[in-house]
């Protein structure tokens, strides 16, 4: 089992849909193939929001990076 760093959590699992690093419902499918996970959550926004750190083990996007690129 290779190990994928996200945001400051360093043991999230490459692959691995069953990610037990994982923030919730992640980590999610990324339309490259790969896995999104996400680290979070000690800052909030001011909507009281966790801030969650997100990556994909394939392609190395985030989630914003993903559905703006799925938008157009
Ligand atoms: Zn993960
Ligand atoms: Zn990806």
Sequence with gaps: MTL??????????????????????????CPCGGMVHAAGG???????NVL?????DGCGRSREEIEEEAGR
Excluded: M, S
């Excluded at 760093?5 to 980590?27: A, K, S």
């Design 4 to 29: 994928f760093t996200v945001g400051e959590e360093i043991n999230h699992r490459l692959g691995d849909p069953q990610c037990p690093e994982c923030w919730e419902e992640f980590p999610e499918p």
């Design 42 to 48: 000690e800052a909030e926004d001011e909507d009281g």
């Design 52 to 56: 969650l750190t997100t990556k994909c």
